[in-house]
């Protein structure tokens, strides 16, 4: 018989499909639905630093007659009411469903959030994911100097909360493979999330305007996640969840096979509907009986990165192999 739960952050979930932070979980009715669709765990929609910073930014400016008092009172207002009712959601979404629920937050920095990761703790997440996307374009600021922040973020957030933390982040980075190694040394983080899904910038030349090229992932965006997450999954012991461009439950497999212990979602029920997730879950359990594999953990990481067998073509950057004859 086919048994496709897994274990993530040391959370048992029936099944490797997590429907990732977005406005779906915005929903208590759409939580209910993904829950009855097969999903294994909810992470709810990401709460913003720069936002509440940026909101707070803009109250002030509309009168710059007020003194520094009055400006510190209004940055507590706008704080303490998204706050409020982010705490808010996530209990009824507590209440509403048996599956886990992992509150999500989005870092710039490691001044924020120290309390109020006690108080998701209290509100009754399973666990936290903390969202870093750190783009390195400021040219004054070091290599060194931006991978510090993701140390900085996950000490402080880690010693005021006992929940496990899994760490979403950039690919950006000269040393992706050795920051995530030291990052899984440090105790602080219990999962990666590769990767941080970013606006992705366009420029309508009629207008002369910056778009974007599109809000959702597509298919061939699953690329990315499925190299890092062959490369690290050897390396690292603590497990990863890969997102982005895995619309499909061969993707689920794809995923798998290359290390991870779980996927996440949300472009493709953006899509599709709820009902998607079972759809993906029986592509994969169609795949599992047709390869008498049982569990997962009977086909993860057979296709990891290994120097030594084919698979190292995973660290491969370049066209040669289909498009070295092309002039």
């Not at 040393?175 to 999962?191: E, F, M, P, Q, R």
């Not at 969840?241 to 499909?248: E, F, K, L």
């Amino acid at each position: 018989m086919l048994n496709i739960e897994t274990n993530y952050l040391g959370i048992n979930l029936k099944s490797p499909i997590i429907v990732a932070s977005s406005g779906l979980s915005n929903s208590i009715e759409k939580i209910k639905e993904f829950e009855k669709n097969g999903a294994g765990a909810i992470v709810l929609k990401s709460i913003f630093e720069e936002q509440i910073l940026a909101e707070s930014a803009h109250n002030i400016s509309q009168d710059q007659s007020y003194g520094y008092d009055v400006h510190d009172y209004i940055s507590a207002t706008i704080r303490d009411t998204r706050l409020g009712d982010y705490l808010s959601h996530l209990k009824e979404a507590k209440a509403a469903v048996n599956i886990p629920i992992i509150a999500s937050i989005n870092c710039i920095s490691d001044h924020e959030w120290l309390d109020f990761t006690h108080k998701i703790e209290e509100a009754g997440a399973d666990a936290i994911e903390l969202n870093i996307g750190l783009l390195p374009s400021n040219h004054e600021i070091s290599s060194e100097e931006n991978e510090q922040k993701y140390f900085s973020i996950v000490e402080k957030v880690k010693r005021n909360t006992n929940l496990p933390i899994a760490l979403k982040m950039s690919q950006y980075s000269a040393g992706l493979a050795n920051l995530i190694k030291k990052l899984s040394w440090t105790g602080h983080v219990d999962a990666f999330v590769l990767f941080n899904r970013y606006f992705n910038p366009d420029i309508d030349i009629e207008k002369m305007e910056i778009t974007s090229t599109g809000v959702f992932s597509r298919a061939e965006d699953i690329s990315d996640s499925l190299r890092w997450v062959a490369i690290m999954s050897n390396v690292i012991e603590v497990p990863i969840a890969a997102t982005t461009g895995i619309h499909t439950g061969k993707d689920v497999v794809k995923e798998i096979l290359a290390g991870a212990q779980c996927v996440q979602i949300a472009s493709t029920i953006y899509e599709h509907g709820s009902q998607q997730i079972k759809v993906m879950i029986d592509e994969m359990e169609d795949w599992m009986q047709r390869k008498s594999f049982n569990f997962l953990d009977d086909f993860r990481g057979k296709m990891a990165f290994d120097s030594e067998k084919s698979t190292v073509a995973f660290e491969r950057i370049q066209f040669m192999k289909h498009f070295g004859g092309i002039e």
